[in-house]
């Protein structure tokens, strides 16, 4: 095999999707809704695939023209700023292959990125595939005491110093993710400015993950790392339909950004994949279109979806609680980790004996109660996995969770 698959075989959602599915334990791990997208997006894809032999042929590499010209719309009234529809927008196999493509464009041998732990697992493979070094730094929770009863994903911040210390002339970019996962983090304004005001100093890309860009809650805002002054030039926003829509098996997502970078993202797309599937964009396509004319309104799917969350939210914090887990309360996304510390389970399989203590928890939870949950250790880098080992994630993004709790319950009480 190629150098570059090195080290990088094992998948976390390989692994404990499977094992979930083994032995039919109840998903709270692996993040996709278990209901449907809403019905104007559904019925859209109906209508495209049933609309003519158009709809089931190529389209436009870079992204279905109807696709790209309202992503275009909707996000320049944003951003505050025009996009433009065929240079700033490339649409990609879910979110996942946006950040393919940017790594392999924009990083070269040698070429440091900057990851934020805990991260989205891929990013490390993906940076690594592309020849280059990861330069890590820590989101660490800002006080042990006195951050009253329950923690929140607000309480996990970057040191100002230590952050600035990463960036170096072999720096070429720094990836965030906000609202993040694992943690639920959203980063806020002056966070961003300090991110934003490194990478004009030191003239770095920032590669922006915000496919959890809706799903926020108490009020936490979302805000655009692109929209800070003099940041559209440098940062390549990632979106995903899946997350946006509910629809995470539709795959469509995008990269968004000035077109000078977009381009050389672009020149890897058409060169692998080519584009993504007719239909699906153009279901998308449709509901964009409909969330542009209904935005900022109750009618609004990006307003519904959030507030339905946030009920299920609190009544799984309240039930982790319940169990004696520690949960943190996340500003968005639909993930929420749970410091599974004091619960001092005694783990015998003696198959999992020199895995982290997080997933060695986890698979007995999945084994011998029916639950299965992500270890968080799987969002740290290999080098700090062991450090990271009192924490499991839930997905809330579940309507088993409403007639389930009883069992979740009994589930977790040991
Ligand atoms: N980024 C983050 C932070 C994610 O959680 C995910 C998983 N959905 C992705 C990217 C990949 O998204 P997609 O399913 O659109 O490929
Ligand atoms: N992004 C989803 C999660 O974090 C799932 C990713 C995947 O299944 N590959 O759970």
Redesign the pocket.
């Known amino acids: 095999h190629a150098r570059r698959i090195e080290g990088i075989d094992k998948n976390i959602w390989v692994e404990f999707t499977q094992l979930a599915a083994d032995y039919k334990a109840v998903n709270l791990g692996q993040?996709f809704p278990d209901f449907s997208p809403p019905s104007f997006v559904q019925e859209a894809f109906c209508k495209a695939l049933n609309g003519g032999f158009s709809m089931h042929q190529y389209t436009r590499a870079f992204g279905h023209p109807n696709l790209v010209k309202i992503l275009a719309k909707f996000f320049s009234r944003i951003v505050g700023r025009e996009i433009d529809p065929m240079e700033d927008i490339l649409v990609s196999v879910?979110?996942?292959q946006a950040?393919f493509c940017t790594f392999q464009a924009l990083i070269d041998e040698g070429d440091e990125v900057i990851i934020v732990e805990p991260f989205?697992d891929c990013y490390q493979p993906m940076v690594m595939m592309a020849g280059g070094t990861i330069c890590l730094l820590y989101l660490r929770l800002k006080c042990l005491e006195g951050c009253g009863p329950v923690l929140s994903s607000a309480d996990w911040v970057l040191s100002p110093e230590e952050l600035a210390s990463k960036f170096s002339p072999r720096t070429k970019a720094i990836v965030i993710?906000t609202p993040n996962?694992p943690l639920g983090k959203v980063y806020q304004r002056e966070e961003l400015q300090m991110i934003a005001d490194l990478c004009i100093k030191h003239d770095v890309i920032c590669i922006s993950?915000e496919?959890y860009e809706w799903l926020t809650y108490d009020g936490t805002k979302h805000v655009k790392i692109a929209s800070l002054p003099g940041m559209w030039e440098r940062t390549v926003t990632i979106g995903?339909a899946?997350?946006t829509f509910s629809a995470?098996g539709w795959?469509v997502?995008w990269a968004m950004g000035s077109g000078h970078i977009l381009k050389h993202l672009k020149t890897v797309h058409q060169n692998s994949v080519y584009h993504c599937a007719t239909a699906a964009q153009e279901a998308v396509a449709v509901g964009f279109q409909r969330e542009y004319d209904v935005f900022g309104t109750e009618e609004s799917y990006f307003h519904q979806l959030p507030i339905h969350l946030h009920e299920k939210r609190l009544r799984l914090a309240d039930c982790l609680k319940s169990v004696g887990l520690k949960p943190i309360l996340p500003q968005g996304g639909y993930f929420m980790i749970a410091d599974i510390s004091n619960l001092n389970v005694d783990l015998t399989d003696p198959s999992t004996k020199d895995e982290p203590y997080d997933y060695r928890f986890v698979k007995w939870l999945i084994k011998e109660k029916g639950l299965a949950t992500i270890p968080v250790s799987a969002f740290y880098s290999p080098e700090h996995r062991n450090e990271f080992q009192k924490y499991i994630r839930f997905c809330f993004v579940k309507v088993i969770l409403k007639g389930s709790y009883d069992a979740i319950l009994k589930i977790i009480i040991l």
Request: without cysteine; aromatic residues 12%.
């Open positions: 993040g879910g979110a996942y950040l989205f993710n996962n993950d496919v995903s899946g997350k995470t795959k997502g």
